[in-house]
């Protein structure tokens, strides 16, 4: 890809994540058929008991000034020509296309098709954190600019994966095969942070763990009256922080 193509690739992920700002901005000032993400949430989907407190998702706003800073990163003259920009940008583009898509299937009350959208993000957003192994960048500018954003964007959305997967299930009146919905809601906690528990261990992701501990708690917080969900999500927390004490401070072998 000679100069004008590189140039164009960071025009398009510039595109792709303001459009994916500008979509997301207008489906909550003009909802699409009459509702918002948050009011199909708390509507239809209220009784999802995996679900977040509210409060959770402000972390988009994180999210999307992590991305406006990787994309001013990857649009300088210095960084867009390199393998790793490049093949990250393409992921990108991808992923927020996919989510500006899902918003439309998500507010029409579309679950399992927007479930497709949501594992499309999900894949792409791990294909952009796989190249981040072969760094090309000053580690201090990498891990603020670039592997920052893509961890917290990728850690959010296995969090979301997980909660758009039991609320399509819960829309369809899937039977819970003789557990209450509480001990599957535990099993779903434990099950995603081992996603969480991997990126410690075998990357040391602080802000990849951090968004998990985020969504536990904001979890055991909507959930104070179901003891087997606020305790299996705050045993989570703990053992999340316990991996990370571990991980960045190891015990020395005498």
């Known amino acids: 890809m000679g100069l004008r193509g590189d140039k164009g690739l960071a025009i398009a992920t ?7 700002l500008v979509v997301n901005a207008l489906s909550n000032i003009f909802p ?4 918002t993400v948050a009011e199909v949430a708390n509507g239809p989907l209220a009784g999802v008991l995996i679900t977040p407190a509210n409060y959770a998702f402000s972390i ?15 649009s300088r003259p210095k960084y867009r020509a390199h ?3 490049k093949r990250i940008n393409l992921c ?18 579309l679950y399992w098709f927007s479930v497709v959208a949501m594992v ?8 952009a954190y796989s190249e981040l192994a072969d760094g090309q960048h000053h580690p201090d500018r990498r891990r603020y600019r670039v592997n920052g954003p893509i961890s917290i964007y990728l850690a959010w959305i296995s969090v979301a994966t997980v909660v758009n997967i039991a609320s399509a299930l819960y829309a369809s009146g899937a039977k819970e095969l003789g557990l209450s919905g509480a001990v599957w809601t535990a099993i779903m906690i ?7 528990a991997l990126a410690i261990v075998q990357r040391r992701d602080l802000p990849f763990a951090l968004v998990f501990i985020w969504a536990d708690l904001a979890i055991a917080q909507r959930h104070q009256d179901v003891p087997v969900i606020w305790v299996s999500a705050l045993a989570m927390v703990l053992v999340l922080v316990g991996l990370l004490v571990s991980r960045r401070y190891p015990r020395k072998s005498w």
Do not use: E, R
């Open 14 to 20: 510039w595109i792709a994540i303001v459009g994916t």
């Open 32 to 35: 699409i058929d009459g509702k």
């Open 60 to 74: 988009w706003g994180v999210i999307y000034v992590g991305l406006m800073i990787y994309a001013w990163h990857q």
């Open 83 to 85: 393998l790793l920009i």
């Open 92 to 109: 990108l583009i991808v992923a927020c296309v996919a989510q500006m898509v899902w918003i439309y299937l998500f507010t029409l009350q």
């Open 120 to 127: 499309m993000i999900l894949l792409s957003l791990i294909a």
């Open 190 to 196: 434990g099950v995603a942070n081992v996603i969480a």
